[in-house]
C-alpha cells in the first residue's frame, strides 16, 4: 500500500479512427508523463478510437484493431513506467462496450464497462454499445480507484455502488462535447459526486473537434471539500501530473495547485468555432479555405475565425460584387482583408447573373422579377466558389447564422454551398457580440493578427443582404433581438406558442416565425456541417420532420 500516488492528466486530441496515430499520441503523452514521474497515466473516453465513433464501431475490423491497439499499449507497460487508464471499444462476451481498461505489468490487469449510455441530444450509444454493470474499484498499487466513464458521473447510483464497495478516488474518462452551458453543468454534477461519496475526483476530458463537435478540455480535479486544486486549460492539448497523498484520518487529496481561467462565454464560444473549424480543415487534409468576403458581418466574423484558426495564408477571400453592391460595401471587404492579412480578389457576378437573364428571358416572359432574381445572383456566387474549391483545393467556408437557418433566409446552392460552417449554430445577435469581442481581444493561441480585425463599420452598420435595391434585413424580418428571442424559445426551449404571447411577443409575429422555421427544415437538412455551440444545434440535437402540419397555435 502506498501513501502517494502521481496521476497523470493527458487532455490529448485524437483523430477518430485514427487508431495507429492515437497509440502514437499515447505513446508521446506517457513519456511525457514517465519524464516528470507519474504512476498512473489517465486518457479521455474512447481515446484509441476517437469519440463519438457512431456506427464505425459496428465494423468487425475497427474492432480489431481497436483491441489489437489495447494490447499493443499494454505490451508496453512491461519498460516500469506508468501505467496507463485507457478507452476503448471492446468486445467481450460477443457485446460491444465503451470501455476502459487499466494497462500495467504487460497486460490488461482490469477493465470496467460504462453503464450509463447517454441517448438524447448529439449522443446515441445505445444504437451501438451495450451497458455495462455498475462497475467496482480497480485496484492500483494498493489504492482503490473507482472509474466511472463520462455520462456516468451524471448519475449517483454509479458514484454510489464504487463508494460503498471501497473506491478511495473516483476518476472520470469523458468525451464531452463543448456548448456555452457546459462547464458549469460538468462541475455541478462533479460537486454532488463529491460530496455525496466524500471521494476525491479527477475529471480528464477530451480536446479537439470532431465534424460538428468540439471538445473544449478544461480537464479539473475537486478534492473532498470540493474545493478546485486543478483547473487544466481548454481549447489546448496538455498533460498536468498531480500529486496524491493519504491522510489516515481525511483520505486522498491533491497537493498540486494549477488554476487556469476558462474565459468568459464570448470567449469561450469564439474559441470553440476556432478550434472546431482548424479540426475539421486540418483532420480531413484541406489545405485552406475559400469564402466570400461581402462587406457584412456574418463573413467579416467567419474570415476572422478562418484566420485564427488556420493563420492568413490559408485563407482566399473573394468579393462578388453584384448591381447592387454599394460601394461601402467594397470598402468594408477591402478594409476586413487588410486588417485579417488575408488574399482578397474580386470576381464581379455581373456577367453570370446577366447570362441568366438572356437564357430565362423567354420562359419568364412577362414574370415580375421577385425572389428568383435574387436567388440567382446568390448561386452565381455559390458556383465561383465552388469552382476556385475545385480548381485550388482550399473547401469552402459558408457564412450563414443560425438565425438565417432557422427562417430559411439562405439560398439552397447558392449561400449554403459549402463543407463547413463556424456560425451554423450562432445567432445574428451573437454574431455581432462575438465580432466585438474579436476586436478588442486576443488570445496567444490565434494565429491571426492582435488587434481589430474587421471595420467598426462592419459592425454598426444594418445588415443587408444587397440583393435589391435599398435591401435591409428587417425589410421582412423582425429586429433580430426579436426574431432571436423568439427562435430560443422555439428551439432551444421548446415554448409553445401560448409561452412566447406571456414572454411578451406579438402573436402574429410567432406565428410567422414559428411557421417559417418548420418549413425550412428541408434546408437546413441540405446544409454543411457546423461547430456547436449552443445547447441545441440543427441537425445532432435537433430532428425534426421535413413533411409536418404541427402548429400550436391553431
Known amino acids: ?17 485514427n487508431i495507429a496515430g492515437n497509440i502514437q499520441l499515447a505513446k508521446e503523452f506517457r513519456e511525457e508523463a514517465e519524464s516528470l514521474g507519474a504512476d498512473l497515466v489517465v486518457y479521455p473516453e474512447l481515446f484509441l478510437s476517437g469519440y463519438p465513433p457512431e456506427d464505425l464501431v459496428l465494423k468487425p475490423a475497427f474492432q480489431r484493431a481497436a483491441q489489437a491497439a489495447i494490447n499493443e499499449l499494454a505490451e508496453l507497460t512491461l519498460d516500469g513506467g506508468p501505467a ?6 471492446l468486445m467481450e462476451d460477443s457485446k460491444l462496450y465503451n470501455a476502459v481498461c487499466l494497462l500495467e505489468d504487460g497486460k490488461v490487469s482490469a477493465m470496467r464497462f460504462k453503464n450509463k449510455l447517454p441517448n438524447y441530444g448529439v449522443f446515441d450509444e445505445m444504437r451501438v454499445f451495450e451497458s455495462g454493470p455498475l462497475p467496482g474499484p480497480i485496484p492500483f498499487k494498493g489504492v482503490r480507484l473507482g472509474v466511472m466513464i463520462c455520462e456516468d458521473m451524471w448519475f449517483s447510483d454509479v458514484a454510489e455502488c464504487l463508494e460503498e464497495t471501497g473506491a478511495e478516488i473516483l476518476i472520470v474518462p469523458n468525451g464531452s462535447p463543448y456548448d456555452h452551458n457546459k462547464s458549469d ?8 459526486r463529491v460530496s455525496e461519496t466524500g471521494l476525491p475526483l479527477i475529471y480528464v476530458n477530451q480536446i479537439g473537434g470532431q465534424d460538428e463537435l468540439v471538445f473544449d478540455g478544461a480537464s479539473f480535479v475537486l478534492n473532498t471539500d470540493r474545493s478546485l486544486p486543478v483547473q487544466m486549460a481548454s481549447w489546448k492539448e496538455g498533460l498536468v501530473v498531480t500529486d496524491w497523498q493519504r491522510d489516515e484520518s481525511d483520505g486522498w487529496s491533491c497537493a498540486t495547485t494549477e488554476i487556469i481561467d476558462p474565459g468568459t462565454s464570448l470567449e469561450r464560444m469564439y474559441h470553440a468555432m476556432v478550434l ?8 480531413n487534409r484541406f489545405p485552406g479555405v475559400v469564402l466570400g468576403l461581402s462587406g457584412g458581418i456574418d463573413s467579416a466574423l467567419s474570415a476572422a475565425v478562418a484566420v485564427d484558426a488556420l493563420g492568413p495564408d490559408r485563407v482566399h477571400c473573394v468579393m462578388m460584387p453584384s448591381k447592387y453592391t454599394s460601394p461601402e460595401s467594397l470598402d468594408d471587404a477591402a478594409e476586413c482583408a487588410r486588417l485579417l492579412g488575408t488574399r482578397l480578389d474580386t470576381i464581379s457576378i455581373v456577367p453570370a447573373v446577366d447570362a441568366f ?3 430565362l428571358k423567354d420562359v ?7 425572389i428568383t432574381e435574387e436567388n440567382i445572383q446568390s448561386r452565381a456566387r455559390g458556383m465561383a466558389l465552388m469552382a476556385l474549391s475545385n480548381k485550388l483545393g482550399s473547401m469552402v467556408l459558408t457564412t450563414g447564422n443560425k438565425s438565417e437557418m432557422s427562417v430559411g433566409y439562405a439560398t439552397l446552392y447558392g449561400d449554403m454551398c459549402g463543407g463547413y460552417s ?3 449554430d450562432v445567432y445574428k445577435t451573437i454574431c455581432f457580440d462575438l465580432s466585438d469581442w474579436r476586436n478588442t481581444h486576443y488570445s496567444p493561441v490565434f494565429k491571426g493578427p492582435d488587434g481589430a480585425v474587421m471595420p467598426q463599420n462592419v459592425i454598426s452598420k444594418p445588415p443587408t443582404a444587397e440583393l435589391r435595391e435599398n435591401q435591409k434585413d428587417e425589410d421582412s424580418l423582425p429586429p433580430y433581438d426579436i426574431l432571436d428571442g423568439i427562435l430560443s424559445g422555439l428551439v432551444e426551449e421548446e415554448k409553445s406558442f401560448a409561452e412566447l404571447v406571456a414572454d411578451g411577443y406579438e402573436a402574429s409575429t410567432i406565428s410567422r416565425i414559428q411557421n417559417l422555421l418548420y418549413i425550412a427544415e428541408y434546408k437546413r437538412r441540405q446544409s454543411p456541417p457546423g461547430v456547436k455551440i449552443s445547447t441545441r444545434n440543427f441537425g445532432r440535437d435537433r430532428r425534426y420532420p421535413i413533411t ?3 402548429r400550436d397555435n391553431r
Open 1 to 17: 500500500m502506498t501513501d502517494q500516488l502521481k496521476i497523470a492528466l493527458a487532455q490529448a486530441n485524437p483523430i477518430l479512427g
Open 84 to 89: 496507463m487508464l485507457m478507452s476503448a471499444p
Open 185 to 192: 453543468e460538468r462541475l455541478n454534477y462533479a460537486v454532488e
Open 276 to 283: 472546431g473549424l482548424k479540426d475539421y480543415v486540418e483532420k
Open 357 to 359: 437573364d438572356v437564357m
Open 364 to 370: 419568364f416572359e412577362g414574370q415580375e422579377p421577385d
Open 422 to 424: 463556424v456560425l451554423k
Open 548 to 550: 409536418n402540419g404541427f
